[in-house]
C-alpha cells in the first residue's frame, strides 16, 4: 500500500510524533510518500497512492482536499492539531492499533458533498472547490448586502457582516459559530447562515443539496472577501457568483462507527451535563 503523508509546517515538539508515525507506517509494509520531499503540489502527487493522512488540525484537513482533487483517495485526518473535529486518530506511544487497522483496510469510508464555486473573475489557479463553506464577508467598517437567489428565485437580501453557505461536514465548523444548525455529515443538505445580520428576523436556511446559487453583494467599500474554506481572494461589487454542490466529493475514512457523534461529545463536549453523571 503507498501512504501519501501530508502535513503543513510542524513545530519542534511534533517532530517525534512524525518520526513514529512513519516508523509504524513502514513496519507495517507501507510505502511512504511524503509531502515535501516526494511530492509539493496536487500536480506531483502519484497517480498510485492508495490513502492520504492528512495531519494537522481541520485546516490542514481541508487543504489536503486540494491534492486529492478528483482522484477519490480516502482521506484519513490524524490530529497534530488542536480541536480537530475531521481527524480520526491521535499519534500517541502505546496506542498505534489504529495504524494496522489502516494498513489492512479496517475502517469505513463516507463520501462528503462539497461545494463549487464559478465566475469569471476568479484567478486561473484558484481551485474552486470547498468542503466546509464558501464564505463572502466584509472587508471594511461597512456592512454588505448580499443579493441571494436560490434555483433562480431570488430571496430577501441579506443586510449582515457576511455570509456563510456550508455543506452538512461544514455545519460544525465556520456555520456553527454563526448560528447554523448541526447537521449529520450524510444529510444531503446546504447550509445558508448570515454572519451578523442586521435584521434580527433573519435566520440560517437548510436548501436541498442539488440547489443552484446565484449571489453578488453591493457595499460601501466596493469590495469583499471570497474564501473558500481557508484560501481567499479578493473580489468586487456587481461580481457574480454561481454555488452548486459538487461533481464528485471527498472520501473520509473513520476508524470509529460512532465517529461524528462521538466527536460532538468529545470534541464540543456534546451534553456536557453534571446530571448526566449521577
Not at 164 to 178: D, E, F, K, N, R
Request: hydrophobic share 40%; glycine share 10%.
Amino acid at each position: 500500500m503507498k501512504v501519501a503523508v501530508f502535513f503543513r509546517e510542524l513545530d519542534k515538539w511534533q517532530i517525534p510524533s512524525l518520526e513514529l508515525l512513519e516508523r509504524e507506517l513502514a513496519a507495517g509494509g507501507a510505502e511512504l510518500c511524503i509531502h515535501g520531499r516526494d511530492f509539493t503540489s496536487w500536480s506531483d502527487l502519484p497517480e498510485d497512492v492508495d490513502l492520504f493522512l492528512s495531519l494537522g488540525g481541520d485546516g490542514t484537513f481541508l487543504q489536503a482536499l486540494t491534492y486529492v482533487r478528483e482522484r477519490q483517495i480516502p482521506v484519513a485526518g490524524i490530529n497534530f492539531g488542536r480541536l480537530g473535529f475531521l481527524t480520526t486518530a491521535k499519534v500517541e506511544e502505546g496506542r498505534l492499533g489504529w495504524v494496522k487497522d489502516l494498513l489492512e483496510g479496517r475502517y469505513t469510508t463516507e463520501t462528503r458533498d462539497i461545494l463549487k464555486i464559478s465566475s469569471d473573475v476568479l484567478p486561473v489557479d484558484f481551485y474552486p472547490y470547498a468542503g466546509n463553506e464558501i464564505t463572502i464577508q466584509r472587508q471594511g467598517a461597512g456592512m454588505l448586502t448580499v443579493d441571494l437567489k436560490i434555483n433562480g428565485r431570488p430571496i430577501p437580501p441579506y443586510w449582515a457582516d457576511g455570509i456563510v453557505i456550508a455543506t452538512a461536514t461544514g455545519s460544525t465548523a465556520y456555520s456553527m459559530s454563526v448560528g447554523g444548525p448541526i447537521v449529520v455529515p450524510s444529510s444531503k443538505v446546504l447550509i445558508i447562515a448570515p454572519i451578523a445580520p442586521h435584521n434580527l428576523n433573519v435566520r440560517p436556511l437548510v436548501a436541498p443539496v442539488d440547489s443552484q446559487f446565484e449571489l453578488r453583494f453591493r457595499s460601501r467599500e466596493g469590495r469583499a472577501s471570497l474564501t473558500l474554506d481557508n484560501r481567499s481572494v479578493e473580489v468586487k461589487e456587481g461580481d457574480v457568483f454561481r454555488i452548486t454542490k459538487g461533481e464528485y466529493g471527498f472520501r473520509y475514512v473513520s476508524l470509529s462507527e460512532n465517529g461524528f457523534f462521538n466527536a460532538l461529545r468529545t470534541k464540543l463536549l456534546w451534553g456536557e451535563d453534571k446530571r448526566n453523571f449521577e
